[in-house]
């Protein structure tokens, strides 16, 4: 008989301590639009975005907490195909190495430039929710667009601005099997749809 109240209790606890930790992490909702909202209520600053349907469901990193938070997610466009999109939002505080967004911007691209095949295809002002930034766009050749272990071909949309005395990155990287149009034009729903929440 106990043994039964305790397996009752464990099968209760479990589904309540699912929906707790995914509360505590951020709120996941999905519309009939092609994209779900994603809300961040911990970390450095909270905030909300628009990300495609077809991506896993983000989570908030917390390994390098408290100088930065981090957001993952991506997805395959098409199941048993490659055509990889992975997306990083990412918050850090400002330093010495890094005291704004420029500087982070340079320092990524001069890192950039040394993967094979670089080639810098756009750098422009952007907008994120009413806050200016600097975006860039570049293809490469190197290891860094999915977790695949083969080197491959790339593209790789970042933006940078400043924002609450924090920095912060929107990156999307896209393997050479993603549609390009379609890749594109999920980032730029990324960054219409971000909010400041604080």
């Avoid at 469901?57 to 199941?79: C, F, H, M």
């Avoid at 993967?115 to 975006?135: K, N």
């Avoid at 990287?173 to 379609?182: F, H």
Wanted: aromatic residues 12%; charged residues 25%; contains cysteine.
């Amino acid at each position: 008989m106990m043994e039964k109240k305790s397996c009752l209790l464990v099968n209760l606890l479990i589904p309540i301590m699912i929906v707790s930790f995914a509360t505590m992490m951020g709120c996941n909702s999905t519309d009939t639009t092609g994209f779900s909202k994603f809300t961040v209520t911990e970390g450095l600053s909270h905030f909300s975005f628009e990300y495609p349907a077809f991506y896993r469901t983000p989570y908030v990193d917390r390994a390098l907490e408290p100088n930065s938070t981090e957001v993952k997610t991506g997805g395959v466009i098409q199941p048993g195909v490659r055509g990889i999109e992975s997306l990083h939002i990412e918050i850090f505080q400002v330093s010495d190495s890094f005291p704004d967004a420029k500087a982070m911007l340079d320092s990524s691209l001069s890192r950039s430039e040394e993967h094979q095949d670089f080639e810098l295809l756009e750098r422009s002002p952007i907008t994120i929710d009413g806050v200016e930034g600097e975006q860039i766009v570049y293809s490469y050749y190197g290891f860094h667009a999915t977790m695949e272990s083969e080197a491959e071909t790339g593209t790789a949309y970042k933006a940078y601005f400043d924002c609450k005395g924090l920095i912060w990155r929107i990156v999307m990287l896209v393997d050479e099997y993603a549609q390009a149009e379609r890749a594109e034009a999920d980032f730029d729903h990324v960054i219409e749809t971000f909010r400041f929440l604080d």
